[in-house]
């Protein structure tokens, strides 16, 4: 009788220890409080948003969106089925992780690639310009839905998609209550102003903001940690060549030359792979509208030329068929032009401004392989290549 009792107590503490072990398992994932390590990052070079962490939700903050002052958009970030939270009236509740999300711009799907997320797509605005391979097949395999243009969403489509979030892109002259059909139904809409940021990383780091989404910090930080390391390691490279060669970026249009401002995206990328701007002293982010006159004589000494039209067929004959004076310049001359239309699909797609946004350190590398050869024997170039 007493083998039996120990028995039977043995077999009790044995499930009893298996129901411990699952009880601790399921506690270290999913149930953990959202502060927990590996579920928070930390905002280093983007000014654009904020994220909050607390014990049982996220608070998102995007930051002047439509880059205007006091423009500040909260969001609540919650588990599924969480209770709602107080003190953020303004704020939208987003129920997270979410696992269907429409979104209006090529640059969410990069983000979503490197998150190895690319399924939660349900929805996407203007189809026919996404170069992802995976995205575009399942977008004909009737898996995304086209829901319109960013500028002309078909919100009762989107209705009923019923999708957990809807990441729209902020334009300035956008205002919050731009979609009335889809907060009347209880859909958020949360706005991605990456393209307002004025470094290279800063736009990558948007990365985060998805992750929080997702509840993939842990994976996002890992891959931005290597993104910025390699960036900057590049960038430190640059900074040995004994050359500072200058460059000529973009093309003239009937009204005007639009070149990059000197606080701007393109001008970072163009110093931090040790070229010489000529506009690199104007203090703003905003493109330069400029006249031919005014580009011209610094046109004409140019070392290399850049960002030579959009076109993957762009050649020096067709770029000269434009406009005969560009014959004069330096670098039309010696051949060193170059254009970021290496990866166009054949709908007119252009990888640059899809994973680009993502990836600054391979675009770096292009560059620095363009001005500086030596310094990256190896390197291929991937977004940009020569016209011919």
Not at 2 to 8: A, I, R, V
Not at 27 to 46: C, D, M, Q, W
Not at 358 to 377: A, Q, R, T, Y
Request: proline share 5%; charged share 25%; with cysteine.
């Amino acid at each position: 009788m007493l083998k039996q009792s120990c028995l039977t107590l043995l077999i009790f503490l044995l499930i009893q220890g298996c129901n411990f072990k699952k009880t601790s398992e399921d506690k270290t994932e999913a149930n953990l409080p959202l502060t927990a390590k590996g579920r928070k990052t930390e905002i280093v070079y983007a000014k654009g948003f904020t994220i909050d962490y607390f014990d049982d939700f996220k608070l998102v903050s995007i930051i002047n969106p439509f880059e205007r002052q006091n423009d500040t958009i909260r969001y609540i970030l919650q588990k599924k089925g969480a209770p709602k939270i107080n003190g953020y009236p303004d704020a939208q509740r987003i129920e997270i992780p979410v696992a269907k999300m429409v979104a209006t711009s090529s640059t969410h799907i990069a983000l979503l690639e490197l998150l190895g997320s690319e399924n939660v797509l349900t929805g996407l605005a203007s189809t026919q310009y996404v170069y992802s391979p995976k995205v575009t097949a399942m977008v004909k395999a009737g898996r995304i839905s086209e829901i319109g243009v960013a500028g002309g969403l078909n919100e009762e489509k989107i209705v009923e998609m019923a999708p957990d979030v809807v990441m729209t892109i902020a334009g300035p002259d956008g205002r919050i209550d731009h979609y009335p059909t889809l907060e009347q139904a209880g859909i958020p809409f949360l706005i991605n102003s990456e393209w307002v940021e004025k470094t290279p990383l800063a736009r990558a780091e948007w990365l985060k903001l998805m992750a929080a989404l997702l509840d993939k910090e842990e994976l996002a930080n890992e891959k931005f940690e290597k993104i910025a390391t390699e960036y900057n390691r590049l960038a430190k490279l640059a900074t040995t060549s004994k050359t500072k060669p200058t460059v000529l970026s973009g093309l003239n249009t009937k009204d005007a030359w639009f070149m990059p401002g000197g606080d701007g995206y393109m001008a970072v990328f163009l110093k931090d792979s040790g070229a010489d701007y000529p506009w690199k002293n104007t203090k703003t982010t905003t493109s330069l509208p400029l006249s031919f006159e005014a580009v011209y004589p610094k046109a004409l000494q140019a070392d290399y030329w850049i960002n030579v039209g959009f076109d993957p067929y762009d050649s020096r004959r067709t770029i000269l068929a434009q406009d005969a004076r560009y014959a004069d310049f330096s670098a039309f001359k010696s051949g060193k032009m170059y254009s970021y239309n290496n990866r166009v699909n054949a709908s007119g797609a252009n990888d640059f401004f899809e994973s680009g946004n993502i990836n600054p350190h391979i675009v770096l590398s292009d560059l620095i392989k363009i001005f500086h050869p030596e310094l990256l024997p190896d390197h291929q170039l991937v977004y940009y290549k020569q016209i011919q």
